[in-house]
């Protein structure tokens, strides 16, 4: 999945944090739904905006910049 295809980035909108299509709605909000066990139908009920693939797309997005943070080398 390419989720730049979904999350979007405007300087004016949420200061700035990634959000979905341009909405309202940041990829944290949508971890953090995930993180509190809702289920993506719950999620989808609750933001009749949002899609199947939009939740995907905020955990690729999330994978993608967890892999790409700099890690401190390990002490040997």
Do not use: W
């Not at 700035?16 to 709605?25: F, N, S």
């Not at 995907?56 to 943070?69: G, M, P, S, T, V």
Request: hydrophobic share 40%; charged share 35%; net charge negative.
């Amino acid at each position: 999945m390419d989720y730049r295809n979904y999350i979007t980035v405007e300087p004016n909108k949420r200061g700035g944090k990634p959000c979905v299509r341009g909405l309202r709605i940041t990829v944290y909000e949508v971890l953090e739904y995930l993180a509190s066990d809702m289920t993506e139908a719950e999620i989808l009920d609750d933001f009749p905006d949002l899609t199947r693939e939009d939740l995907k797309a905020c955990i690729a997005y999330a994978a993608d910049r967890e892999r790409r943070l700099m890690t401190a080398p390990v002490a040997a």
